[in-house]
């Protein structure tokens, strides 16, 4: 982490939606605090929330009750202070890379000189140099969730929030693109909230990992992750603290059966 300020603060959160004639809680009395610079992923049992928790930050849905506040300032919708990696890609099929890239740049009206340059920096970041203009259906799933990544970068967010951006990925793609990740923040120092159903995904790129409870989602617990980078998946330390998150969520998913 870069510092010790707070740049996304979640105050109270609860969200409903109505459901026949009464209410779906899906997520209730969640507070939590992030860091600048800082890396968060927040695992949870399916169906507790946690997409829900990243379409309210970004602005894609609004909190029943509570607030969210990035750099102190209450989110109210969605906003280019914000990047959103997806993990169905979300890329544009008729757009090439650039053009994807650029996306976002366009809409502010930057102007072309200045988007080029942009998204010329971001595809050198991403690994992508030489493939500028091709279309999505001419890249393998970890390029294309490459472009994902830096159309999100290229607004330049105070904060990155992906939503199990690696899922549809083979497990050697997802490995490696969890280390493209990692390489990417570090240069960047975004923070970045992740959403993941991975045990070992979270372990291996958080600062903390939150796990959240059954529906209604609420913070069951939160775990520090404290080593340096790279970390070692086979380590004695990686599979102790594997074990005790699986052991919360086995315990979560069990209590609520």
Known sequence: ??????????????????KGDGELVAIEDFNLDIMDGEFVCVLGPSGCGKTTLLRVIAGLEE???????????EITG???????????????????????????????KIPKEERKTISD?????????????????????GMKQRV?????????????LMDEPFGALDAQTRNLMQKELLRIWSEMKKTVVFITHSVDEAV??????????ARPGKIKSIFDVE???PRDRGGVEFASLRKKILAELERETVSNR
Do not use: C
Request: proline residues 5%; glycine residues 10%; positive net charge.
């Open 63 to 73: 909190p029943t009750s509570g607030k969210i506040l990035l750099k102190n300032k």
């Open 78 to 108: 969605p906003g280019s202070d914000r990047g959103m990696v997806f993990q169905e890609f979300g890329l544009f099929p008729w757009r090439t890379v650039r053009k994807n890239i650029e996306f976002g740049l366009e809409i502010r």
């Open 148 to 160: 994902g990544i830096a159309r999100a970068l290229a607004n330049d967010p105070a904060i990155l």
């Open 204 to 213: 291996f790129v958080a600062d903390r990992v939150v796990v959240m409870s």
């Open 227 to 229: 080593w340096e980078r």
């Open 121 to 141: 920096r971001y595809i050198d970041l991403v690994g992508l140099k030489g493939f500028e203009m091709s279309h999505p259906d001419e890249l393998s799933g």
């Open 1 to 18: 982490m870069d510092g010790n300020e707070v740049v996304l603060s979640i105050k109270d959160l609860h969200k409903s939606f109505r």
